[in-house]
């Protein structure tokens, strides 16, 4: 554990550039990682914050072909809106890149010829699906067939999503090609692969002894599953056109696989950042003196924990990760985020319908950030964080101070009198913030960090409250120019301490407080984190402010339901979606369906079968007599909340015993698209039972 570096390489998750960024990518890595380059920098480190779009890999190459275009149509498309979703939302990297980037190909592709030529991999010959009308090797995802675990006949050839056991594409019954549709054939091609398993004992001292008290439970608990299921070797290479040509003989038509390239990139982007800024990008990569950490999601954390430290070890010239603070997945409204389902709040669009509100969702997704569980985003979560603190805390605090500042001393910091003991022990609260929310954001916990932000905007408002200088200015107006002065120093505290976490609000809030001329006037470089507890005033006497604005608006009830008619709307264009619709049966003619006697009934009572988990058994008024019927819908509901209902029977179909019970009909029923069962009503008032359905 570096506990004292000279510099910091931070690196977070690169994006896939086959869709446009959602609230869960900026909940799970960019927000967390960008509240910690913004912290480091504000102590004077010395910091790489680096990412770039991760643009090779079959996905790509799947929507290029959907689309009718060129996988670098695709990426070139979807890199633009993420840098920009990325710099709308303040993420402050030093370095974007992208792995299509000539300094990304140069770097990964010398990265394998240096553990090629030393040894690091493994030769291997093995058989794989072939497409001979496509005349190409079928990647896992341009395979799908029949999962052999569960019997979902969809199935890719990595992984069945119906019940998320991981395969080989060989591994699925009746594998049928993507491109094609073509049954594929078995052909022997050759592949290197990097022998995780030569690396356990090294990854068990390491990891499981080394970061056992400093890396969070979640990630250390995965990583230690993976290592005590037994390691094996991983193929580095396949065959594909869309990637890094693998730079040895005899391996055309072969690119490096994305899960060896992806990673490099953040080398390739230190490198790119490093040549624009007139540094040595090798300091950031290769000396011990400098932290390295990654943020990505739960679902990488196999490839940052395992994967590529074992590739930058047998590579022998780079550093570990000091951390790797992977964080959980973050639902929307119950349900899990789906780009393909467009179950999502996607960035850019949220701007269009909270323009300048950055700062709102940032201290939302933080406040309930999946930092050790998945979470869950709700749009009145999100309502109630902006309106009950952000705008009653926060915003009310600062609104006070400027107005009462502007009101009483023309915006001019009045001068201190003397210190009463509420004074002091305010003041001495103040001074101890930066290192209680330090504290926190060192150990990556930035939802408290956050938290004790607020707190100390709850100890302005409380101040201000208990001090009431709007009633004191009557009586003793020295007084009050000492509450006043004390109420700025939090302020000016707050406009500091927020930058991490807010940094459009911290922006404005020292421009209304016109922090960089305090700073001029103190003859100071810059107002940063640790002088709030070293100075004696962050806002001298005769400073002046500006005028007050508000920092935060309140979000109304009819904003948050236009959020939640949007859900509906995918919802429901989900479910028409996945509606499958039941081939046409035989042809029946007039006399087959004039022998049905359909009529309409009333469940009067209804009752579990026992012993059974699907079966009830109702007693129905059908007009002609009060019959039983059993039925088996005991999965889908509940005895009491059927007695009453409206139901369309099947009333002469021939009597057959169910577990005993002699049932005389059939209640109609159909299934919606979520599989749930619905009845078949006749739901119009007027409709007596005993009616004929014809």
Known sequence: MNNSPQRYTITAALPYTNGPIHIGHLAGVYVPADIYARYLRMHGQDVAFVCGSDEHGVPITIKAKKEGVTPQDIVDKYDAIIKKSFKDFGVSFDNYSRTSAEVHHDTASDFFKSMYENGKFIEETTKQLYDEKAGQFLADRFVTGTCPKCGNEEAYGDQCESCGTSLNATDLINPKSAITGAVPTLKETKHWFLPLDQYENWLKEWILEGHKADW???????????????????????????????????????????????????????????????????????????????FIGKDNIVFHC???????????????????PANEF????????????????????????????????????????????????????????????????????????????????????????????????????????????????????????????????RLGNKYLADEEPWKLIKTDEERVKTVMYVALQIASALATLSEPFLPFTSTKLKGI?????????????????????????????????????????????????????????????????????????????????????????????????????????????TGLDKRTVVSGIAEHFKPEDIIGKKVTVLANLAPRKLRGVESEGMILMTENAEGKLVFVNPDEDGVENGTTIN
């Open 216 to 294: 969070k439970t979640n990630v250390y608990g995965q990583v230690k599953s993976w290592i005590d299921d037994g390691l094996r070797a991983r193929a580095v290479t396949r065959d594909l056109d869309w990637g890094i040509p693998v730079p040895v003989e005899g391996a055309e038509g072969k690119v490096l696989y994305v899960w060896f390239d992806a990673p490099i990139g953040y080398i390739s982007s230190t490198k790119e950042w490093a040549a624009r800024e007139g540094k040595d990008w090798e300091l950031y990569w290769k000396d011990e003196n400098t932290k390295l950490v990654h």
């Open 306 to 324: 395992i994967i590529f430290p074992t590739m930058l070890k047998a590579h022998g010239d780079y550093i570990l990760p000091d951390n790797v």
């Open 330 to 457: 973050l639902n929307l409204e119950g349900k899990k985020l789906s780009t393909s389902k467009n179950w999502a709040v996607w960035l850019h669009e949220y701007l269009e319908d909270f323009p300048n509100q950055q700062d709102v969702l940032r201290y939302a997704l933080t406040a309930n950030a999946p930092e050790t569980k998945d979470n869950d985003f709700t749009w009145k979560d999100f309502q109630a964080r902006n309106n009950n603190e952000l705008v009653a805390i926060f915003g009310n605090f600062i609104n006070r101070v400027v107005v009462l500042t502007n009101k009483y001393y023309n915006g001019i910091v009045p001068e201190l009198n003397e210190y009463s003991e509420v004074d002091e022990a305010t003041i001495a609260e103040l001074k101890a913030y930066p290192a209680v929310i330090a504290s926190s954001i060192e150990k990556y916990r930035f939802r408290e960090a956050q938290a004790e932000l607020m707190n100390l905007a």
């Open 513 to 621: 407080l016109k922090i960089t001329d305090a700073v001029e006037h103190q003859g100071e470089e810059e107002a940063q984190w640790d002088k709030i507890a070293t100075k004696k005033s962050l806002l001298p006497a005769g400073h002046q402010i500006g005028e007050a604005e508000l920092l935060f608006s309140k979000i109304e009830d009819s904003e948050i339901e236009k959020q939640l008619e949007k859900l509906e709307a995918t919802k429901t264009a989900n479910a028409a979606e996945n509606q499958k619709v039941e081939p046409q049966k035989e042809t029946a003619n007039f006399d087959d369906f004039t022998k049905m006697d359909l009529r309409v009934g009333t469940i009067i009572e209804a009752h579990k079968m026992p012993k059974t988990k699907k079966l009830l058994v109702l007693k129905v008024d």
